[in-house]
């Protein structure tokens, strides 16, 4: 029983180690309508077309008590999905199993009582999708401008 707990506490402590190294972000002091709008021109700057917007922040305030929560998480939260012809070819060429990261998602983020504002991206594995994600901390740091 002992063996078992502690591989258990190994597994749980694995998990939120790995949890924080799958996202790279960047809080600044600026507000969350400034960094969207300068992420939407990051993003078409570069030729790119949004695909899609998530409001994935309203969507949580709205289902909260239908779910039994009376949390709000986020002040408010968005989901950027785009994608490149170029770099998306680039890197299925390489290995087609790339597909699982397409589209791209850059998301931007207040919490609640938070003046500062959250923008970030998934870490992508190593290999080739290290051109897609030093793409997204490129887009990121336009949006910002950093």
Known sequence: MKTFLWAAGLA???TIAAAADTAVTYTVDQDFDDVTFGLESAITDKGLVIDAVSHVGAMLERTKEDVGSNVTVFERAEVYSFCSATISRKVMEVDPMN???CPYGI?????PGEDSTT?????????AMKEVEAMLDEIVKEAIAE
């Open 99 to 101: 597909l699982q990261f």
């Open 12 to 14: 749980l402590a694995t």
């Open 107 to 111: 998301f931007v983020m207040q919490k």
């Open 119 to 127: 923008i970030g991206y998934r870490v992508m594995p190593e290999g």
